[in-house]
């Protein structure tokens, strides 16, 4: 299960990722991260049955994070099966399957949303 962590340096210096590995024993992917002196954001990837645990261990430590049910969400009726999305994609989420239809391995997803710049037809939006 993904989840997008949230967190400032107002509401501590904590490194709160290592601290919930070594409180809750549960390993954490990082699969996509931006930080800086003040603030960051990270998307990380946990057992699906660790990640309450994790969310609630984490919010305990001042950040916010959200668990996110899927990735990128794709809009069947805009989609034209164009594939400007396959080549721009790092984790390799979309491909084209025998009959020339785009699919969406979501699991994939790291949210980066460069598929969303690269569809001409505005098919892909990234999870509210």
Request: net charge negative; aromatic share 2%; glycine share 6%.
């Amino acid at each position: 299960m993904k989840l997008l962590v949230n967190f400032s340096r107002g509401r501590g210096r904590k490194p709160i990722i290592a601290q919930v590995v070594r409180d809750t024993g549960v390993l954490i992917n990082v699969e996509r991260a931006v930080i800086d002196s003040s603030e960051g954001e990270a998307l990380i990837d946990v057992p699906d049955d660790q990640c309450r645990l994790v969310r609630d261990s984490m919010t305990r430590l001042g950040a916010e994070v959200r668990i996110l049910e899927h990735g990128v969400n794709l809009n069947e009726s805009e989609c034209v099966d164009c594939g400007a999305c396959i080549s721009v994609c790092p984790r390799e989420v979309f491909s084209l399957d025998t009959d020339w239809k785009l699919k969406l391995a979501e699991e994939k997803c790291i949210l980066c949303g460069k598929c969303i710049d690269a569809c001409p037809h505005r098919a892909l939006t990234l999870p509210l």
